[in-house]
């Protein structure tokens, strides 16, 4: 089955202590992204990759890392949370150009305590 | 930057009926695509329907449609026949062309109930 894969489903965390989420997609899929969720603030994008070690920062990009190693893979990394950083995360990916839409995973909940 | 704005944060509508769901946009490109995507309250995020700017034709999905008025920047959804699972948030986005591939701008959303 077609599908982005992202770990956890749920976190909680300390605030400073680091964490990675990751995200995979079986679709060869040039494109990847990651979004963060917030209430009334409709999705925004934290960064995303046009391919193999080429990314870009999107709208929010402070105080999180990626990387892209592998076409599957896509991981999120906080090296320090903070509880501003509390929300709902969504990975996705898209062919060549993104035109087409992204599909997304099925999202984390990180809670930064 | 681009923005997206839904003004609509709630709409209900009757089993059966027809909705229409608001977007406006602004932008300077002339090459840009519009999405709209739906999320349940299993919070997976569901792409609904896209239209090319460049194509005059609005975009249709079974009972989802467009009205795409370009020159207003203006992007609606309409849902014909309305059904209970078509309850969920829905976000209106934009994503330019060119060296902008890739990065997708959403709205606030809006939520949209159905009433049987």
């Known amino acids: 089955e077609a599908q982005v894969t992202q770990n956890p489903r749920y976190l909680i965390t300390v605030t400073g202590k680091k964490l990675t989420v990751t995200c995979s997609q079986n679709m060869n899929h040039e494109y990847m992204s990651w979004y963060r969720q917030d209430p009334g603030l409709g999705l925004r994008q934290i960064y995303y990759?046009?391919?193999?070690?080429?990314?870009d920062k999107g709208d929010v990009p402070e105080g999180y890392k990626v990387s892209r190693k592998e076409k599957r893979n896509f991981p999120l990394i906080l090296e320090s949370p903070s509880p501003n950083q509390t929300s709902l995360y969504f990975c996705a990916s898209s062919p060549q150009g993104a035109r087409y839409g992204y599909t997304f995973g099925s999202g984390t909940r990180l809670t930064v305590v | 930057a681009q923005t997206v704005t839904q003004s609509q944060p709630e709409m209900s509508v009757q089993e059966a009926e027809t909705v229409t769901l608001s977007c406006t946009y602004d932008t300077s490109e002339s090459d840009y695509y519009l999405f709209w995507y739906k999320q349940p309250p299993s919070r997976q995020m569901i792409l609904v329907i896209r239209?090319?700017?460049?194509?005059?034709q609005n975009a249709t999905e079974n009972r989802f449609s467009v009205n795409f008025q370009k020159a207003a920047k203006s992007f609606s959804l309409k849902i014909s026949d309305s059904q209970l699972g078509d309850a969920a948030m829905y976000f209106c986005a934009y994503m330019a062309g060119g060296t902008s591939y890739g990065k997708l701008t959403f709205g606030q959303g809006t939520i949209l109930t159905v009433h049987p």
């Open positions: 990759s046009m391919n193999v070690e080429v990314t």
């Open positions: 239209q090319e700017a460049y194509k005059q």
